[in-house]
């Protein structure tokens, strides 16, 4: 059994019990339980026991690899748009530059980051090779790089990194090369999901690293990093830093509460298993509906196997499709005396919920429950 803390390297991870043991794929495809979370009662850091159970399934996982067919496309997504919206309002960048976007995808951020920044030079770098094209057509990139992004033997102003410090092995060392490449006032960027308002993150088995925004701070401080601003607001349920790299060369540490990470995972855990069973109760009433066709959807899905009748979903593009058999409706399109449970935490589920009642108030929008309600 590996003991090791992804994070600060220290032997002491922690078990934490849950009876959820269906998992999602952050390609959003359902996956049994393979491991088990944990913590780092020195550090605190809430992540994922890499076994070798857990490890062949992760090398399975990515081998074959897809993003969903409900996917909007290549296009720059309206969460990245915001996002780089955002990151604009607290931080200046000169009119040019060189960016790297490390697991760039489809291009999504490249794309948004071209259309605010048109003169600066723009590299991707992803583990698949077949994304070359794709990046490489894109308005401003110069170069795609496939593999190991320390292997990229260049300087960049700035150094992107969203959704991909949650994938990662050794997050720390990570960090540590991507200091290397940037130049002397060279911004770092790294974005992902925020465990303390997304309880839906922890069962996607590819992350196995799960961070609050002071423990996202801490890192970024330790690896040699000053940071400038962070938020948990630019984009909801995620948590974003921009830092730069630190004058100090001495190690830095800022106090965290090692206690925090196990106590939201744990409320969080007993939480989702509390959402399956409201959805199995209300299975038994009438044909029920999920709304959410992203991860957590289909991790409520398929906790709940064959008792989910169909999919909601407000995007058009996705409406008319089918998603692991079952159709994907839009609100006009929900059959009569039926339900829906949405799939997402409780303070966003009450805003879908009140606007969808306006359209279909004939449908039963159910929210999930808070703990112990």
């Not at 999602?24 to 076994?51: A, E, I, Y």
């Not at 100090?248 to 855990?269: F, R």
Request: aromatic share 8%; with cysteine.
């Amino acid at each position: 059994m590996n003991d090791t803390c992804l994070l600060c390297k220290a032997p002491t991870l922690s078990n934490i019990p849950t009876a959820v043991d269906v998992w999602v794929t952050s390609d959003s495809k359902p996956w049994p339980r393979t491991g088990n979370f944990c913590t780092c009662t020195t550090c605190g850091h809430v992540q994922k026991r890499l076994t070798s159970e857990w490890l062949k399934g992760i090398d399975r996982i990515y081998r074959e690899y897809k993003m969903s067919p409900l996917s909007n496309g290549q296009g720059a997504t309206p969460r990245t748009r915001r996002l780089l919206n955002n990151f604009q309002n607290e931080t200046t960048l000169p009119t040019e530059g060189r960016l790297l976007d490390i697991g760039c995808g489809n291009g999504a951020f490249l794309r948004s980051f071209a259309t605010l920044f048109p003169d600066w030079t723009l590299q991707g770098c992803d583990q698949k090779e077949s994304r070359k094209d794709i990046i490489e057509s894109l308005l401003g990139v110069e170069n795609f790089h496939c593999g190991p992004f320390e292997d990229i033997d260049k300087q960049f102003d700035m150094i992107s990194m969203v959704y991909v410090i949650e994938h990662l092995f050794d997050p720390m060392q990570a960090m540590l090369a991507v200091r290397a490449m940037l130049s002397p006032e060279g911004l770092f960027f790294i974005h992902t999901s925020d465990l303390t308002e997304n309880p839906f993150d922890l069962p996607v088995v590819d992350h196995c690293s799960h961070f609050t925004l002071e423990g996202l701070e801490a890192a970024v401080t330790k690896a040699r990093f000053e940071v400038l601003a962070s938020s948990s607001t630019w984009c909801p349920k995620e948590i974003g830093v921009i830092a730069r790299v630190s004058k100090n060369l001495k190690d830095e540490n800022i106090p965290v509460d090692i206690s925090k990470g196990k106590y939201i995972a744990k409320a969080h855990l007993t939480w989702l298993a509390a959402i399956r069973s409201q959805g199995l109760a209300l299975a038994d009433e009438s044909p029920l509906g999920v709304f959410g066709t992203s991860n957590a959807g289909v991790w409520l899905t398929a906790s709940m196997r064959e008792l989910v009748s169909f999919f909601v979903d407000d995007d058009e593009k996705k409406q008319g499709k089918s998603y692991l058999d079952l159709p994907v409706y839009g609100l006009d399109a929900i059959p009569e005396k039926t339900s829906v449970l949405l799939a997402f935490p409780t303070t966003i589920a009450q805003t879908i919920a009140k606007c969808s009642s306006r359209k279909r108030p004939d449908i039963h929008f159910h929210i999930p429950k808070h703990t112990g309600e």
